[in-house]
């Protein structure tokens, strides 16, 4: 009883105080929420702040700097970066105000926005902010214009004028720059291209990629002492900008020509590009300054990863074989590409297991599977390795793989990732023509390989990367080089009888039947290589590659561009030039060279003598513009001497004038040059480089040009050495009016013609040499040149130059020396002219009977000859053996001059 009355009394003292919790609860309740509303009414704008302060778009936002824009020498736009916007969202901020103001259809507001300026869809952003309410960043859309982003705004901004509209939040934009280059392909080997990171590759972005980048710069945003929103900005420090030595409107001049030449080459000789490579440059003679330079193949800077899609199938399949075979060259033990695989399965297992072994991660390719003979890929595992428990005397059949007891399993029996499975391999695949088709163990060249080489041959720069033989461009160095160290005086006489033999080789010249006599003008402008190398003889191997290295052969010329080739290990040394090699450098053959190595050391002899650093970048600006870095033109060293350096320029004019560059000249102007044609490696292939180096005026040069074409597309490649002269004159055509250097030579009817249709003849550049007709005396005025009064002289009939008493050639106005001790080599002598028989015959001429001997008139063998001039260049009266007196090509007598 009393225990009933405890636990009844207990349970209503509990419900007594149970209650009085239950109010003070409400109570405190009460006050919390009271206190709520009064603290929201006064300070709840200084709280919401601090709440915003925490969403994503009140965070600190990095400002990105603008990267340095690249100009040509006037002022011209090559490279420079435009401002776009990438659109993030964040849903967590959206999910803040949807809270807040009960209101979800602000996703749908925010979506329908994004959709209507970005073009994404609306129902899928619903569905991602929906799913992911937290979330505080999504990448909407990249690098969207600035008209598509004020677009955007002023949708918020009618949005919350419109009162019954839904807001639109959570969306923000970063800002970023985008490298753009306005000429699409133009100068694209010397301006390089940027990644999404700003960092350059190639040319001058990646050689000046510190310059050109800047500092990024920071907004932060943050609440002050006063509850007060505030912002604090650290600005970005744009990059510099390169004012470069290039001129725009002559890289667009070499650039037409260049492509206009490869174009109608193409699918001319072989299928595919006009030519492998084509290179041009041009520079300023006194500067080093380059005013173009070029490559073939080229690429759009603003789509450089499409670089590979300008290659035909047939050309990427043969750059796969090409690094097919390197990779095997290159591997450690060897390699082998199984194109019979009779040859596998005619060996017994122990044989045949070594086979694929051998093949294993070595062979990239099966050729020419034959129909029955054993699956060389049997049993084997994607990485090449031999499966477990596969045995190799199984397999034969189209259909698969032999079971053990000699069954043909004709099931798949294989993984479909090409593992064996129980020792078996996949069922063969047969082409169209039911022939089977044996995949690769392992594939060494990938579709992906092949695709990157193809952009790298393309991204990369010809006229400094690449080497090759330079040929007879060559040749005028070691006329210098003999000159300047007066191992020659410039009026020796070599005879050329077609070839000559050095260190146990026939070296032949260009002219198989020989070129006879040659003095040193001849043998540059005929481009003689019998003559040159006996210059080399007469220099010697020391001096010869003394004055190699002068000329900065072997070394880099340190232009300012990304990617410059070394070529020290391919010329040669004191260790390595023996009496063949010094024969063979003296016209260009045997040792490699880059163009702009070679153009650089070419101008020196040509310019008095004086090595210039060739360089791109002449000034550096920053953000306003203001000079950072004037880039002068540097001298490096003097190759040759002031006078020698006036022969050799007096030597390559004669190849313009009367040699092998006469189609070089472009119409009024004067030039000179040196053609170039050297055979590559193999040689048994025939593949030619060819090239011709000209420089304008001829008198005073300017600029110099650097045309070579890599193997072009012809079914004699020897014939691009006169295309090479033809590019030069088309450029220099059009780029000497230009550059507003007057005309030396007087039009032709047909050439004045020829400009006047072209849209390039220019009155102002054209002053020409004048002539008239004097009429009546000759002691009269016969001539006028450049408005001076010239006499004619009664005895030789050669104008006079009133200042220097020089006589002049009254058809060019320039100064001649008609008593000249040197014979006229330039106009030769029939076969057997002037070897006169001297043993009582009747005086005349011989012939040339059997075996090659020289006969008198009356038929008889001639025992002694007269005023003949032998090998080492002398006149001579000889004694004949046999009738005999010198060997030719082919070891055949020939009578010849």
């Known amino acids: 009883m009393n225990d009933r009355n405890s636990s009844g009394l207990f349970n209503l003292q509990m419900r007594k105080h149970l209650l009085v919790f239950v109010f003070i609860v409400l109570a405190a309740l009460a006050a919390l929420v009271g206190r709520i509303v009064y603290i929201n009414k006064k300070s709840g704008a200084e709280y919401e702040k601090k709440v915003l302060s925490q969403l994503s778009g009140y965070d600190s936002v990095v400002l990105p700097y603008k990267r340095g824009s690249i100009l040509d020498s006037k002022g011209t736009t090559l490279a420079t970066c435009e401002k776009v916007y990438n659109v993030k969202l964040s849903t967590k901020d959206i999910s803040y105000y949807i809270e807040r103001d009960k209101n979800e259809g602000l996703y749908q507001a925010t979506a329908d926005a994004l959709a209507t300026c970005f073009g994404v869809n ?42 019954e509209a839904n807001n639109i939040y959570g969306v923000a934009f970063d800002e970023e720059y985008i490298r753009s280059y306005p000429n699409g392909s133009m100068a ?123 290659y035909t199938p047939e050309e ?25 695989l009779t040859e596998v399965a005619n060996q017994n297992q122990t044989e045949r297991t070594s086979m694929i072994q051998y093949a294993n991660g070595q062979a990239s390719t099966i050729q020419n599977p034959k129909p029955g003979t054993i699956q060389a890929a049997q049993g084997l595992n994607p990485d090449g390795t031999l499966a477990t428990g596969t045995d190799v005397n199984q397999g034969d059949g189209v259909n698969g793989s032999n079971q053990p007891d ?190 702009i190595e070679m153009v650089a050391a070419f101008n020196s ?138 005309m030396t030579e007087e039009l032709t009817d047909a050439e004045k013609e020829d400009l006047i249709s072209k849209g390039l003849y220019n009155e102002a550049i054209y002053r020409p040499v004048h002539r008239e007709d004097a009429g009546g005396d000759s002691d009269g005025i016969a001539v006028v040149l450049d408005d001076k009064d010239i006499q004619i002289d009664k005895e030789t009939g050669y104008a006079i130059d009133p200042e220097t008493g020089e006589f002049l050639d009254p058809e060019t106005g320039y100064p001649i020396s008609p008593s000249s001790d040197l014979p006229d080599f330039s106009v030769r002598p029939e076969a057997a002219d002037g070897i ?7 005086q005349g001429t011989t012939t040339q009977g059997t075996d090659g001997q020289f006969l008198n008139a009356d038929g008889t063998t001639a025992s002694t000859i007269q005023n003949y001039t032998g090998d080492n260049g002398n006149n001579v009266n000889s004694d004949l053996v046999n009738g005999t007196v010198q060997q030719g090509p082919d070891d055949t007598v020939r009578n010849r001059h």
């Open 406 to 595: 000699g069954n043909t399993n004709t099931e798949n029996t294989g993984n479909a990732d090409g593992t064996a499975e129980g020792g078996y391999v996949n069922q063969i695949q047969t082409d169209e023509f039911g022939n089977p088709m044996i995949q690769a163990v392992q594939e060494l060249v990938t579709d992906a390989d092949v695709d990157d080489y193809a952009r790298a041959l393309r991204w990369s720069n010809f006229c400094i990367q690449s080497t090759y033989e330079p040929g007879s461009v060559a040749k005028p160095f070691t006329v210098a080089c003999g000159l300047d160290s007066g191992k020659m005086t410039g009026n020796e006489v070599y005879f050329c009888g077609g070839n000559l033999e050095v260190g146990g080789f026939k070296i032949k010249c260009h002219n198989r039947f020989g070129d006879g006599q040659m003095s040193v003008e001849n043998a540059i402008a005929q481009s003689c290589n019998v003559a040159l190398m006996r210059m080399g003889m007469q220099i010697g191997t020391n001096t010869f590659l003394d004055y190699f290295r002068r000329f900065n052969f072997g070394y880099k010329t340190n232009i300012d561009l990304a990617g410059e080739a070394k070529t020290n290990t391919l010329v040669f040394n004191e260790n390595t030039m023996g009496p063949t090699e010094l024969a063979t450098s003296t016209f260009g053959q045997g040792f490699s060279v880059t163009m």
């Open 188 to 310: 694209a080997d010397v301006i390089g291209f940027t990644n999404d990171g700003n960092e350059g590759s190639y040319g001058l972005e990646q050689y000046y990629n510190d310059t050109l980048n800047g500092t990024d710069g920071r907004m932060f945003g943050y609440l002050n002492e006063n509850s007060n929103m505030e912002k604090t900005t650290i600005p970005a420090v744009d990059g510099q900008t390169l004012v470069t030595t290039i001129d725009a409107n002559i890289q667009r001049i070499v650039e037409e020509k260049m492509i206009a030449l490869n174009e109608s080459l193409r699918d001319n000789a072989r299928e595919g590009l006009g030519s492998n490579n084509t290179g041009v440059i041009v520079m300023e003679c006194d500067t080093g300054n380059i005013l173009a330079m070029a490559s073939y193949p080229t690429f759009d800077l603003n789509d450089e990863r499409k670089a590979s899609s300008y």
């Open 605 to 742: 002899i040509i310019n008095g003598g004086y090595y210039y650093q060739p360089h791109m970048v002449s000034q550096i600006l920053d953000g306003n513009g203001a000079v950072v870095r004037n880039i002068e033109p540097c001298v490096l060293k003097q190759t040759v001497s002031n006078s020698t350096s006036e022969k050799i320029v007096s030597y390559c004019n004669a190849v313009v004038t009367n040699g092998t560059g006469k189609k070089a000249r472009p119409a009024g102007y004067a030039i000179g040059g040196k053609t170039g044609t050297a055979e590559t490696f193999p040689r048994d292939k025939h593949d030619y480089v060819t090239s011709f180096m000209g420089y304008a005026p001829a008198e005073d040069p300017k600029i110099i040009v650097y045309v070579v074409l890599d193997r072009p597309n012809l079914p004699d490649q020897q014939g691009g050495t006169a295309l090479a002269c033809t590019m030069t004159k088309d450029i220099l055509t059009e780029v000497l009016p230009y550059m507003n250097i007057f």
């Open 316 to 340: 990427l399949a043969r750059i796969k074989e090409k690094l097919t075979a390197e990779k095997l060259a290159k591997m450690e033990n060897g390699g082998t590409v199984i194109t019979d």
């Open 122 to 163: 609306a129902s899928d952003l619903v569905a991602f902010m929906r799913s992911n309410p937290d979330n505080t960043y999504k990448l909407v859309a990249k690098r969207v214009a600035y008209e598509e982003v004020e677009q955007f705004n002023e949708m918020v901004k009618a949005a919350k004028e419109n009162k």
């Open 836 to 842: 006169v028989p001297t043993d009582g015959t009747t």
